[in-house]
């Protein structure tokens, strides 16, 4: 018990060395969970994050989506991948640079840290699906940002 206490005692400590999560990610977090975000200003976010940018043409462009041709247009890329998946990109890309470095307090490696990132926030969508399913994007970004950002 006395060394569970020391091991969060010292991970609250080190919590301020994390860096700030980008403006970019908080506004597309912003106009995602208001229903259907206003595309003109989603699009715009999305352009003026080369990272999250980057992310929505390799997953439109992806054999996953089955398009032919090459979607070179971030508005079509947007339009097409829609509001769910362009959070879930912001969030894991907001998310990766933070838990691809080694994070002193949790005491195993960065990978690893990212992987169960992404593993709770897939796992607690799927189980939110079945038991509460209007919650199951809340549930998504629950578990990404509580293991990422929300200590």
């Not at 969060?8 to 969970?33: G, W, Y």
């Not at 080369?50 to 439109?60: E, L, M, N, P």
């Not at 339009?79 to 894991?92: C, K, W």
Request: aromatic share 8%.
């Amino acid at each position: 018990m006395e060394e569970s206490r020391k091991y969060f005692e010292r991970a609250l400590v080190e919590v301020d060395a994390l860096p700030p999560i980008s403006k970019v990610f908080h506004k597309i977090m912003e106009l995602t969970n208001e229903g259907e975000a206003a595309r003109a200003e989603l699009i715009h976010c999305v352009s003026l994050d080369q990272g999250i940018a980057s992310k929505v043409f390799q997953t439109i462009n992806s054999a996953y989506f089955g398009i032919r041709q090459e979607i070179s247009s971030l508005e079509v890329a947007v339009g097409l991948l829609g509001d769910r998946e362009i959070r879930d990109i912001a969030m894991i890309c907001a998310s990766s640079g933070l838990l691809r470095c080694n994070i002193r307090g949790y005491g195993i490696p960065a990978d690893q840290l990212w992987f169960h990132s992404v593993a709770a926030a897939v796992a607690g969508r799927l189980i939110a699906a079945r038991l509460l399913p209007d919650m199951k994007e809340a549930a998504f970004a629950a578990a990404c940002s509580t293991t990422s950002a929300s200590w």
